[in-house]
């Protein structure tokens, strides 16, 4: 699947027969869900969706780490 993640045009491999989810991206890229923030094609996402949003081919999602500080 194509994707375009924080403006890199990215290749992931997905299993075939079922959907790829952004919890599913998440766990690929290694990115603790949550500590992140995460906009599908201009919309926030859920943190309780991330496990039902689908992601399809061409889409433009944006990965936001929390930082913390004073």
């Known amino acids: 699947m194509h994707l375009i993640i924080n403006g890199d045009n ?3 491999e997905v299993p075939e027969g079922r959907p790829f989810h952004v919890a599913d991206l998440l766990m690929a890229l290694n ?3 949550l500590k992140v923030a995460v906009e ?3 919309t926030i996402v859920a943190k309780s969706s991330y496990d039902q949003q689908v992601l399809n081919d061409g889409d433009q999602i944006e990965i936001v780490n929390f ?3 004073g």
């Open 10 to 12: 990215r290749d992931i």
């Open 31 to 33: 990115v603790p869900a």
């Open 40 to 42: 599908l094609n201009r």
């Open 67 to 69: 930082v913390g500080g």
